[in-house]
C-alpha cells in the first residue's frame, strides 16, 4: 500500500506545488491566492490548462510563454519538482503507520498525521522560496499552517491513542516560541518575529511526535544554520550580502528531527552513557 500512496503523493505534490508558485509569488504582495486567475507577467495572457501542467507545459513551450515568448524562470518547476518529491518522502516515512494502525481509530489517526506533514511540506517549500527571496515569512501562511496542525494533529494524536504527545506538542509550540523570541530580544538584527512565530509552529509539529523529535529538530535548526552561514561567509565578498534568512534552516532541522530525532536522541544517550 506504501508505494501506491507515495505515487499518489507525488502526483498531488506536483500539482500543489503548482499551486505554491502562485503562493509564493502573491502572498507576499498582498492579492489574493485564487483571483484572478494565472497569467503570463510579460503580456498578461491567461494561461490555460494545457499550459498549466506541472513541469511538462515549461519543457514543451521552450521554458517560454506562448504568446509573447518571455521567458518563464526555471523557478516556477523547480517548485513543483521539490514539492512532488517532498510530498513523496513524506508520504513514504508516514504511510507505514497507516498499513500497521489497528482498527478504523488508529488508521483514520494515522491518515490525518500524514496529512498534517503534508501540509508542513508545502509550508517548508513556500515560506522557505519566500524566505530566501524577501526575508520574510508571511502572517497568512503560518497561520493557516498552525490552524491546519492543530485541526489535524490533535484528533490524529487523539484517536491514534497518544494523548500523552498533546503535551509534548504544547511545550514544543510555546517553548520554541518563547526560546525564539528571547533569542530575538536578545539580537534583533539576527532574528526576526517571523523566526519567533514559526519556532511555535514547527515546534507543535515536532513534539506532536515526540520529546526527542521535538529536541533534536530544535537544535538541529542551529547546527545546519551555522554551517549555511559559514559558507555565506566564504564564498559572499561583501559584507551587505551576508545576512541570510533563518527560516529555511530552520525548516532543515524540524525535518532532521522529524526523520532522525528518535535515532539521534538514542546514539546521544547511548553515547553519554544514558542509554
Ligand atoms: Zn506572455
Redesign the pocket.
Known amino acids: 500500500m506504501t508505494p501506491l500512496i507515495a505515487t499518489f503523493a507525488g502526483v498531488t505534490g506536483l500539482s500543489i506545488g503548482s499551486f505554491l508558485n502562485v503562493v509564493i509569488y502573491r502572498v507576499p504582495r498582498a492579492l489574493s491566492v485564487v483571483h484572478p486567475p494565472s497569467a503570463?507577467p510579460?503580456?498578461e495572457?491567461h494561461i490555460g490548462a494545457r499550459d498549466n501542467v506541472p513541469v511538462l507545459s515549461w519543457l514543451a513551450l521552450g521554458r517560454r510563454?506562448r504568446?509573447?515568448r518571455?521567458p518563464i524562470s526555471a523557478r516556477y518547476p523547480l517548485v513543483e519538482v521539490f514539492t512532488g518529491v517532498a510530498f513523496v518522502l513524506v508520504a513514504l516515512f508516514f504511510a507505514p503507520a497507516i498499513a500497521e494502525a489497528r482498527g478504523a481509530a488508529a488508521v483514520v489517526g494515522a491518515t490525518l498525521e500524514l496529512f498534517a506533514f503534508l501540509v508542513l511540506a508545502g509550508a517548508t517549500v513556500s515560506l522557505s522560496a519566500i524566505d530566501f527571496e524577501l526575508r520574510r515569512l508571511p502572517n497568512r501562511i503560518l497561520a493557516f499552517v498552525v490552524i491546519a496542525g492543530v485541526v489535524l494533529l490533535v484528533p490524529a494524536l487523539l484517536l491514534g491513542g497518544h494523548a500523552e504527545l498533546l503535551i509534548s506538542a504544547l511545550v514544543g509550540a510555546l517553548g520554541s516560541f518563547a526560546f525564539y523570541l528571547a533569542l530575538a530580544l536578545i539580537s534583533p538584527r539576527g532574528m526576526g518575529m517571523g523566526d519567533v512565530k514559526l519556532a511555535g509552529v514547527l515546534g507543535l509539529y515536532l513534539g506532536a511526535l515526540g520529546w526527542a523529535q521535538l529536541a533534536v529538530g530544535v537544535m538541529a535548526a542551529f547546527a545546519v544554520g551555522a554551517i549555511a552561514g559559514a559558507i555565506v561567509l566564504i564564498i559572499r565578498r561583501s559584507v551587505a550580502d551576508r545576512r541570510v534568512p533563518f527560516g529555511p534552516w530552520m525548516f532543515a532541522g524540524a525535518w532532521i528531527g522529524i526523520a532522525g530525532g528518535e535515532a539521534i536522541a538514542a546514539g546521544y544517550l547511548a553515547a553519554v552513557g544514558l542509554g
Do not use: D, K, N
Open positions: 503570463c510579460g503580456c495572457m510563454c504568446e509573447c518571455m
